[in-house]
């Protein structure tokens, strides 16, 4: 509608050039009645005339001036490329006409709407994890009588050899009709919906399939069998496609470590050569195009924040490598969370810190709930933030472009504090009697029955931290102010440098002026720090009913939290109320209202818990009123999980 008020030019059809004239008798031809009221308006003025036939061939209708509906009818635009080609004879007839400046601001303003956002606004990814993928193959296995449905237990050879020898033919296992068992039938009737959608508007408005807690290659071609069994593949000329692209999500560092390998073998797997070459052609992509997906939150929660930051950092050198390898570009999608565990940090910071080539030309990464209304609820922020992103990824990718593929340099002194960290890391979360305190210290029970997460608390419903979402541990954490997710293991991995090693440690210690990586991660510790507060986390550990353990790993909390601000001190020379003036008041500000309801919090926490054991009818008050002292404390610490 923007567009039509600047078309106002006098210029018969008859007149017109650019096959403006010849596509408008088609438009007319294609709309019938509908064309014809369309083409009465605005007569004499035919780049108007032109605009009002593409409104009336848009699929969807307005009622009362604003409010829009889908409406799909006889000659609408079925693909957005059909919008855009008119735009394009639009544009040429304007420039043929001397219309210049409307061609190139107006009607490019629409182009570049329309290619960016196409009818569809943003992409769908449709995510599973492997092991539902794995019990889906188990049950179609069961269903086509197979004489092995084990299909979860077998090892990778044989998994990879079956899946290679089935992905030869495009036969299904079984018929659209068939009764299947809960697994199956989930992924089978989501990928049915997809392959509806792509019959009737091709691949537009669909993404990716993928695949959490990816751990071999052979969970990624289990993807490629499950499409097959739905109608998503194509026989090309060089064998069997999927229409689909399917991508690995590593979120462990175990699976960050196995990257390259899972990278490597997927693509040059036949069936995935056979998929890259459709795709390339689908697409038009001058080279074809790998997304991987890397996950923050699991690999923070396995080995703590120092282990996380520094094996992404490697599996992406290795992984961008692994594309270079193969002439495929690799394109990175950070599974990045709202709280420093997992991932969020200054987005300039962020992307200066990644290795080399791992941005090349596009990045790709997800923006949490609360993330979303402080950086894009207003349009000056959200310019703000977009321009951010914009600009540093393409700094980035001009200075990896113009300087020769390195490492970090000072990756064996690292290496060395990951990998010490980590098992710090890890032996808290083996202590004995480590669990009950979790659960009684954190308000992590009430989170569990709290409705505000995209998916359930716990994968499979076992009283795990290894089932327990990485969401819910770093949310409970931060709301009884420990925040340990993100410092945990850091102070004594830099002392134990220190007195080991003492010239790496000034070496370390050097470069924490300059290198861009370690000033990433010591920032982001250094803002977990500024949030931890031993009082409130003192306040939540009097809930623990068993004083011994209680009084254990309070000890080993406030102890490691000391010597990480030491050591953070040290490193930096500087307090943070000198070094972060703007933060560190902010925190101070926020801390003097969050005490009382802290205060509120850890008495609700005692009441709902005792009202649980006696199955108290009155349960749902206090529910209610624990949920809103969550929400509350959220709200203040301006994060969740």
Known sequence: MTLLKRLSFSCSLESSEGGLKERVAEMLSELDERGEIAITRNEGEAFRQFTNLMVFKLPVDSERGHAT?????????????????????????????????????????????????????????????????????????????????????????????????????????????????????????????????????????????????????????????????????????NGIACKVPVVPLLETIEDLENGTEILDGFLNHTFTKNTMDFLQKQYKWEIPVQQVMVGYSDSNKDGGIMASQWNLYKAQYKLAQVGVDNGVKIRFFHGKGGSISRGSGPTHYFIKALPYNAINGEIRLTEQGETIAQKYENKVNATYNLELLAANAMSKTILDKSSERHYHPLADIIEKLAANSKKHYENLLREDGFIPYFRQATPIDAIETSKIGSRPAKRTGANSLEDLRAIPWVFSWSQCRYHMTSWY????????????????????????????????????????????????????????EDQKI??????????????????LYDLLEENI????????????????????????????????????????????DSQTKLMLSINAIASAMRNTG
């Not at 070496?507 to 010591?522: G, H, M, Q, S, W």
């Not at 982001?524 to 949030?531: E, R």
């Not at 209680?550 to 050591?567: P, V």
């Not at 070094?579 to 009441?607: C, E, G, P, W």
Request: glycine letters at 4%; charged letters at 30%.
């Open 550 to 567: 209680k009084e254990k790993f309070l000890n080993m909390f406030l102890s490691e939290l000391k010597l990480t601000r030491d050591y």
């Open 577 to 620: 109320e000198n070094r972060r003036v703007n933060h560190y008041y902010s925190n101070k500000l926020r801390a003097t209202v969050m005490v009382d309801l802290h205060k509120k919090q850890i008495a609700l926490l005692k009441k709902w818990r005792q009202q649980k054991k006696d199955n108290d009818p009155d349960i749902a």
């Open 489 to 544: 293991g850091i102070g004594t991995t830099l002392h134990k440098l220190k007195t080991e090693s003492p010239a790496e440690y000034d070496k370390f210690k050097e470069a924490t002026k300059t290198d861009i990586f370690i000033r990433y991660v010591l920032t982001n510790v250094d803002t977990s720090l500024a949030a931890t507060d031993e009082k409130i986390m003192a306040e939540y550990a009097d809930l623990v």
């Open 69 to 237: 509906r889908l409406f799909e009818h006889e000659g609408c635009y079925v693909y957005s490329s059909e919008l855009l080609n008119d735009l394009k004879i639009l544009q040429k007839s304007l420039i043929a006409y001397g219309a210049k400046s409307v061609a190139f601001d107006d009607v490019n303003n629409a182009i570049r709407i329309v290619e960016t956002f196409g009818f569809r606004l943003a992409n769908l990814d449709i995510r599973q994890n492997s092991d539902f993928h794995d019990k889906a193959v188990e049950q179609l296995l069961k269903a086509a009588q197979y004489e092995e449905t084990n299909f979860a237990e077998w090892d990778e050879t044989k998994r990879v050899e079956f899946l290679t020898k089935e992905l030869k033919t495009n036969r299904p296992f079984t018929s659209i009709n068939a009764k299947l068992e809960g697994n199956a039938k989930a992924v089978l009737d989501c990928f049915r919906v997809v392959e509806q959608h792509i019959f009737q508007y091709g691949t537009e408005g669909i993404g990716s399939f993928i695949v959490s807690m990816t751990r071999s290659v052979s969970d990624l071609l289990v993807v490629y069998l499950l499409a097959r069994e739905a109608g998503l593949t194509e026989l090309t000329e």
